[in-house]
Structures are given as C-alpha cells and as structure tokens.
T-cell receptor, first 116, second 116 residues
Framework: AQKVTQAQTEISVVEKEDVTLDCVYETRDTTYYLFWYKQPPSGELVFLIRRNSFDEQNEISGRYSWNFQKSTSSFNFTITASQVVDSAVYFCALSASTDSWGKLQFGAGTQVVVTP | DADVTQTPRNRITKTGKRIMLECSQTKGHDRMYWYRQDPGLGLRLIYYSFDVKDINKGEISDGYSVSRQAQAKFSLSLESAIPNQTALYFC????FGTGGVEDTQYFGPGTRLTVL
C-alpha cells in the first residue's frame, strides 16, 4: 500500500522568510510519481510539480524548489522569500504502478501562513 | 472557460435526501475521479473511471455511487445523505496513464456539501 506523510500541520512565517515543507512517502514500487499541489484560500487545487522515481535531479522554478531523495523517501518543497500570496495548504501526493497508475494517494496537507 | 467544471459549487441538504454532484471536462481526458476532502485528512478517492465503461471503487465508496454518462461527464450521487458526508468534493481528470505526464490530475473548483 502507498502512504504519504506530511508531518507538519501548519507552518507560520513572516514574509521574505524561507519555508520548507516535508513529505515522506512509502511504496514498494520502483516506478512511481510524486506530486505537489497548492490549495489557496479560494479552495481550488493547483498542480505545481511532478517528479518520477528515476529522476532525482532537484528542480528550481522561480521561488520554488524541490528536493527529491530516494534514500530517505522524501520529496521536500521549499518556498524562498515567501510572500503573502503563498499562504495556502500544500499537498504532497504519490502515484505508483502496482496500485494502477492514476490513483493519487495524498498526504494530509500542510497549512502555510505567511504574514506581512 | 475552466477545463473542469463542477455543479453545484455549494449545496446544503438534509439527512436522507438524494443528491447528485456533476462534473464536466473539456480537456478530452479519458480518466475521471471523485475525491472528498476533510480537514486534516487530505483528499481521499471515492470512485474513479478510466473510460466510459470502466468504473471502480476507491478508498471510501460506501454511501456513494457514480455514473459516467460520456467521456466528458462524471456524476457522483449520494443516495441518502448523512451528516458525516459533509465535506468538500473534488472532481479530477487525467489523460490515459502509463506512468508519466499523462497521470497528472487536474482538479475542478470543488463542491462544498453540507448535510444537516
């Protein structure tokens, strides 16, 4: 069975501080995909990034960066120089082959609060 | 126009009533999903459909049923609503998945359902 753990329930920072969201996953599959989604206060779910299990190259996109480490089964997400608009709930999710592709297992989410 | 739409966006109903939530997509995707979101639990899969003739139960299907009327339409029904079905419901779509880009799921705006 697949499992995704986001141990941080809520993180509060002051604007311009960096914030790192932790995600730990469990799967027996060697082929899988990891995702991050953002849910702003308006409620919609916005896709941020997808990473496959064969690509451990870390990625930076603007103020966002992701650190994928298979050795620790972690897929952490960092927001650099946070802004008020980054306030949202962030979900980590996993899709693995033996559970049939396309079925996402979500973590419980981490609420990020950025204050001016 | 939004690629994935859900109707209604908000609904208040009473215990025992039958209610239908509808989802339509213009992305041309084969796969459609229904999730519910409860505080602190992330998103959990209710039903999923990989094509019009393929419908499958997810993690929490009890008390729900679905209908895939066409490639673009996937409806979720609560035959006899109960208060613990109060939640935020999301529809999602993805392309045919063999593990890859296709498996990214795109979500509708959500339906907030309250059962009194």
């Amino acid at each position: 069975a697949q499992k995704v753990t986001q141990a941080q329930t809520e993180i509060s920072v002051v604007e311009k501080e960096d914030v790192t969201l932790d995600c730990v996953y469990e799967t027996r599959d060697t082929t899988y995909y990891l995702f991050w989604y953002k849910q702003p206060p308006s409620g919609e779910l916005v896709f941020l990034i997808r990473r496959n299990s064969f690509d451990e190259q870390n990625e930076i996109s603007g103020r966002y960066s992701w650190n994928f480490q298979k050795s620790t089964s972690s897929f952490n997400f960092t927001i650099t120089a946070s802004q008020v608009v980054d306030s949202a709930v962030y979900f980590c999710a996993l899709s693995a082959s033996t559970d049939s592709w396309g079925k996402l297992q979500f973590g419980a989410g981490t609420q990020v609060v950025v204050t001016p | 126009d939004a690629d994935v739409t859900q109707t209604p966006r908000n609904r208040i109903t009473k215990t025992g009533k039958r209610i239908m939530l509808e989802c339509s997509q213009t992305k041309g995707h084969d796969r459609m999903y229904w999730y519910r979101q409860d505080p602190g639990l992330g998103l959990r899969l209710i039903y999923y459909s990989f094509d019009v003739k393929d419908i499958n139960k997810g993690e929490i299907s009890d008390g729900y049923s679905v209908s895939r009327q066409a490639q673009a339409k996937f409806s979720l029904s609560l035959e006899s609503a109960i208060p613990n079905q109060t939640a935020l419901y999301f529809c999602a779509t993805s392309d045919f998945g063999t593990g890859g880009v296709e498996d990214t799921q795109y979500f509708g705006p959500g339906t907030r359902l309250t059962v009194l």
